[in-house]
C-alpha cells in the first residue's frame, strides 16, 4: 500500500509514500515542478522521516 501525503490545492503536485518511509515520490502533472511546490513536497516527505538525500530526478514524458 501507499499513503497520500499531500496534494496542492490545484492538484498539480503530489507527495505519495509507503507507509514503512522507505519509498516516496513527488509527482507532478508537468515536466517542470515550481521551487515553492518542490520545496513544499520535500517538506512533507522530511516531516514523515523520509530521506531526502535518496531523492532522485525522473521525468518521463
Known sequence: ???VLW??????????GSPNGQVGWILNRDPE???DRLTAAREVLDFNGYDLSQLERSVTP
Open 1 to 3: 500500500p501507499y499513503w
Open 7 to 16: 496534494v496542492d490545492e490545484g492538484y498539480r503536485t503530489a507527495v505519495v
Open 33 to 35: 515542478i515550481p521551487e
